[in-house]
């Protein structure tokens, strides 16, 4: 298939890429700064614009099939940046199609589902202006295309090679034993990066994957404190983990509010990711519909930080 890809300079974007192009597929990637160069070669076009311009854009559909919207706007500090960087990106993007498409797969983000109700385990909607971004996204892609051709995934937190979240805490435990952990247990959903990109094949080609929102996350759903145990196991380390209560969490997310302008890109620890953060239970509704509808086996935590930390010492980032 012809296939308009964003977000390919990113973390999860470069490895769908590499997918895509294993598969066959010829990408038009659109980009607002040059891709890696292993991604260049005869099946790959490069569009270069920010989402966020629309002339830009203009002309960027023609003669594609598909679409897999990557890209997205993680941090900022206000509703504006996140509002431009995912709706009004997704919407400049479906302004330009004209023709049929055979899959329009939107990477959204567990965020647009929200944190589960610690006792009912309802789905409490989004908490963050992040993740309103993003079920507004999702909204404006229901309204402009026919409902069989869409895909919506919402990952919780994806990690594996090339991911530099959760780098800090192996790089912090090389050196360190003790580590802050939230007081109260706060549940994570995770996801290795690979589970993530064979699904997106998936949902990309199978016709029962059409129309459906999928929420994507691994077989465990460990607390905040479990993951690091983990990651120090994986480094054969000991952690003391040191209880963090949430006022600090607070603290913490104003402080980085203070020290860095609000012009400048946001930290990852500002007031919207801690709202986030504050959250006990980040988990599915229903965590494995995913992968028995693509009849896939995700990766438990263990074997996943064990291929992360091998890459991190290959690429020399440990
Ligand atoms: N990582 C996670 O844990 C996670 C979890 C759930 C959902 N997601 C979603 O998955 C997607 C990819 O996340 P990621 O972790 O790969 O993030 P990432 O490494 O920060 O990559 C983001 C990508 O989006 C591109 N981008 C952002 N704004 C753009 C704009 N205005 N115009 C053109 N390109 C733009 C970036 O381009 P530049 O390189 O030029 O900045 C980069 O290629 C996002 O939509 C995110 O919301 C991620």
Not at 34 to 39: A, F, G
Not at 182 to 190: F, I, K, Q, S
Not at 228 to 257: C, E, F, W
Not at 288 to 301: S, V, Y
Request: glycine share 8%; charged share 25%; aromatic share 8%.
């Amino acid at each position: 298939m012809r296939i308009l890809l964003t977000g390919a300079t990113g973390f999860i974007g470069h490895a769908v890429a590499w997918a895509l192009l294993e598969r066959g597929h010829s990408l038009r990637l659109v980009v607002r700064r040059p891709p890696p160069s292993d991604l260049l070669g005869p099946r790959t076009e490069v569009w270069q614009a920010d989402l966020r311009d629309r002339r830009a854009l203009q002309g960027c559909m023609e003669g594609m099939e598909a679409v897999v919207h990557v890209a997205g706007q993680l941090r900022g500090w206000r509703f504006r940046a996140f509002y431009d960087g995912n709706v009004r990106a997704t919407q400049n993007l479906l302004q330009e199609v004209a023709a049929p498409l055979r899959r329009f797969v939107y990477f959204s983000s567990l965020a647009a589902q929200g944190p589960l109700h610690p006792e009912t385990g309802r789905p409490l909607g989004p908490v963050s202006h992040y993740g309103r971004s993003k079920r507004l996204a999702e909204e404006a892609i229901r309204r402009r295309l026919p409902e069989p051709s869409w895909v919506f995934l919402r990952p919780g937190v994806v990690y594996g090679p090339g991911d530099r979240a959760l780098l800090p805490f192996f790089r912090w435990l090389l050196r360190h034993r003790r580590l802050p952990v939230p007081a109260r247990p706060r549940r994570l959903g995770l996801v290795y990066v690979e589970d993530l990109v064979a699904f997106t094949l998936w949902a990309l080609e199978a016709p029962e994957a059409a129309g459906r929102t999928f929420c994507i996350t691994g077989p465990e759903a460990p607390s905040v404190s479990e993951i690091l145990q983990q990651i120090a196991r994986t480094m054969g380390r000991d952690l003391h983990p040191v209880p963090l209560p949430g006022i600090a969490l607070k603290a913490a997310g104003l402080l980085g509010a203070l020290l860095f302008p609000l012009g400048k890109p946001a930290p990852w620890i500002n007031p919207d990711k801690l709202r986030e953060a504050r959250q006990e239970e980040w988990r599915c509704v229903q965590a494995d519909a995913w992968h028995r509808a693509a009849g896939l086996h995700p990766t438990p935590l263990e074997e996943g930080l064990r291929r992360t930390l091998a890459f991190y010492r290959q690429a020399h980032w440990l």
